[in-house]
């Protein structure tokens, strides 16, 4: 399900980032299915 791998693929982002200060704040997840893409915005940490 979409929702299902959105929700895996941004927690890994997540962790990534959270371990690595030079990562950036956040990302792009970008969903591919037959019928569309969908392009969401991830928001992490800013301290």
């Known amino acids: 399900e979409p929702e299902e791998l959105f929700e895996t693929i941004s927690q890994a982002l997540q962790a990534s980032v959270d371990r690595d200060c030079l990562s950036g704040w956040g990302g ?4 591919v299915t037959p019928t569309e893409v969908q392009e969401r915005v991830i928001k992490g940490r800013m301290d």
Do not use: N, S
């Open 28 to 31: 792009y997840v970008l969903l």
